[in-house]
């Protein structure tokens, strides 16, 4: 299989915090990574890809330094939302994309909803 | 600018019946193309994908259509269930040989109904 995983799945907390999301491949080795955010009724925008040992490289509109992601192993890439703003609020969605097979492949984890009050 | 978009927002299919979604894109030079399924609250499922060296590409079920000439993709779902009711998106590989980044089109919401 190609099993991705999020954590937490849904986080609530007020304006000003940070929140740190997990994605973790878990029966794969994974160098790249992606993040998505998910507006309601929307498609997936990719925020930035994620790289094994080396900075992550963000979409064009996407603060880096509001969004820091860390891949400090190929089976875990974190996001940490700093500062968070209600408008902030939306489902972030992890994907990986194996070794092996067929490199464009993604696989994508469960999503974190986050709601910033 | 360039995109993946769908020709149908909503489809609404009875049990049993096949469904076709589609899906037109815009770069010639994607190579790759993938279908995902959403349910509500979940992330994307994989389905099927195909290179851009088939026109065609049968799984379970499923089967999905590709042509070049008209920059056009589309799944086929043969005797839809009430378990394929959900978001498709089709995706392309825009940019191959390099990072590989997917763009994922506007999303069709199958669904079927009893």
């Known amino acids: 299989g190609a099993v991705v995983s999020q954590h937490p799945s849904w986080v609530i907390c007020k304006s000003g915090t940070s929140v740190k999301i997990e994605c973790r491949s878990l029966d794969f080795q994974a160098t790249t990574m992606f993040w998505y955010r998910q507006f309601p009724k929307q498609s997936l925008m990719l925020m930035a890809t994620?790289?094994?040992?080396?900075?992550?490289?963000?979409e064009q509109g996407v603060e880096k330094d509001k969004f820091l992601i860390n891949h400090a192993s190929l089976t875990l890439s974190t996001l940490t939302v700093t500062s968070a703003h209600p408008e902030d609020s939306s489902f972030y969605i992890c994907s990986a994309r194996r070794l092996a097979g067929v490199a464009e492949t993604q696989y994508f984890g469960p999503g974190t909803r986050l709601l910033v009050l | 600018g360039e995109s993946v978009g769908l020709h149908l927002p909503t489809l609404s299919v009875q049990e049993g019946d096949n469904s076709i979604i589609n899906c037109a894109y815009s770069n010639s030079a994607s190579d790759y193309f993938i279908w995902y399924k959403q349910e509500s609250g979940k992330g994307p499922q994989f389905i099927i994908d195909i290179r851009s060296n088939m026109d065609k590409r049968q799984g379970q079920r499923v089967t999905v259509l590709l042509n070049k000439t008209v920059k056009h993709l589309s799944l086929q779902i043969a005797a839809t269930q009430p378990g394929d009711s959900a978001v498709y998106f089709c995706?392309?590989?825009?940019?191959?040989?390099?990072?590989?980044?997917?763009?994922f089109g506007t999303g069709t919401r199958l669904q079927v109904t009893l």
């Open positions: 995706a392309e590989n825009r940019r191959p040989g390099t990072a590989s980044k997917l763009t």
């Open positions: 994620s790289n094994e040992g080396s900075k992550a490289t963000y």
